[in-house]
């Protein structure tokens, strides 16, 4: 599975091709100039948002999740989520796109990485009923239910281009591009990772840290024209 | 500001949270932790940019055929979504006021356990061993009952300061303890503190008194 991800470090939509000329066609009829100039997936995603919040079209959302939701169940079913579980959470996540359109901010993150946060909460708010945890105090799990940012005022760091990211990650050092998707993606801890490669800990540590650092380094802002 | 003593599994706590590794308790309280270290939550951003972006080019699991079906069938109808529901009646700007508890620790209803100690549960797994949150507030002056726990304790300082075997922790600042010691935090300030804390099982409590209202406490 490994290789196959690091031999494609250009993003691979699984969208058919016969299917992204139809999208490609709709996309036209929600571009408000027509240039022949191809869009940057996050231009897209930013353009399909706005066509959810300002004109309530399900065949935005419905375009957004043939392109979306099978990474999102992929990476839930790495959690161990079984296929109707994901689906579930992949549902109620549709949901809130649907509902809370209006909130997201392209200016502030991408698409990609605001999809990201919904699922991952969504999940973990999953487990939170899964074991039963009482809840005392309703407003606390607001957190889980939404794209609930920590602090909001917080000026966004946040990339805009996930195929761009994504390729700066293939950029690291070999071996820190490997600790890095093994630490994120394979839900593996430090110790763990540590006896798979043989590496000391320190070793796994110090390289993993040092490669976010320089993903941190490199993440800059790219303009969105809409 | 601020000070963290993890245990070694946790000096990855960031990446941990926006990886979405962490269980419902601990996710809560890393949200706080967040809120109040900003530096850190600009850190969790950058994260959670490299988690979307392996998520987005990871292996996909086709849906099943009638899911697009069902999914848009089950929208709500347009009429009925309002943008608003997140007003809230709080003074967000207010001293106290957490985002992360949507209320102000300042203006909250506590049950006060001792003269000196107040507490406010949050959230409570049904396991023997499992999580709970709570807040806990102590009056100047006041130390807590000397004790260990089953499995880790989290302490989130949200304000005042106090004392642990020589170390200050002040409002922001995290202690992540595991159930190997004994240990007694001290308010030394004449101001009272307030902390949102995490336990795993049940604290073990030393002196008799309060290990007798324990069961009371529910701690």
Known sequence: ?226 | MSLMTFTPEYDNLIADYAAGYLSPAKHMLVSCYMEMNKDRHAECLAYEDVSASLMANSTSVDLSDDFMRRALAALPARETITEDENATSHDVAAPGYFNTLGFNIHDTKWRKVTPGISIKHLMRSPEKNGERVFLFKLQGGQSMPQHSHSGQEWTLVLSGSYKDDGVEFNAGDLQIEDGSTYHAPVIESSEECICLALTEGPLKIRPLLPRMLQPLLGL
Request: charged share 25%; glycine share 4%.
């Open chain 1, 1 to 226: 599975m490994l290789k196959q991800v690091w031999n494609n470090p250009q993003f691979k939509s699984n969208v058919p091709a016969d299917r992204v000329g139809q999208m490609t066609k709709q996309l036209k009829e929600h571009s408000s100039e027509s240039n022949n100039k191809p869009l940057s997936n996050a231009q897209r995603d930013a353009r399909l948002m706005r066509a959810i919040s300002e004109h309530r079209d399900p065949n935005a959302l419905s375009l957004l999740f043939q392109s979306y939701g099978p990474k999102l169940k992929g990476w839930l079913i790495s959690r161990g989520v079984d296929a109707g579980t994901a689906e579930d959470v992949i549902q109620d996540v549709m949901i809130r796109v649907w509902t809370k359109a209006g909130k997201f901010d392209p200016e502030k993150a991408s698409f990609v990485t605001w999809v990201y946060r919904l699922t991952r909460n969504r999940w973990i708010d999953f487990e939170r009923k899964h074991k039963r945890v009482d809840v005392k105090e309703p407003a606390v799990i607001n957190i889980l239910a939404d794209d609930y940012q920590p602090s909001a005022e917080n000026d966004y760091s946040s990339q805009q281009n996930a195929q761009k990211l994504y390729s700066e990650i293939f950029n690291l050092k070999i071996e820190q591009t490997e600790l890095i998707n093994m630490a994120f993606m394979k839900h593996m801890t430090h110790a763990e990772i540590a006896k798979q490669t043989g590496l000391p800990l320190g070793t796994v540590k110090t390289r993993i840290r040092s490669g976010l650092q320089e993903l941190k380094k490199n993440i800059t802002r790219d303009e969105i024209c809409l």
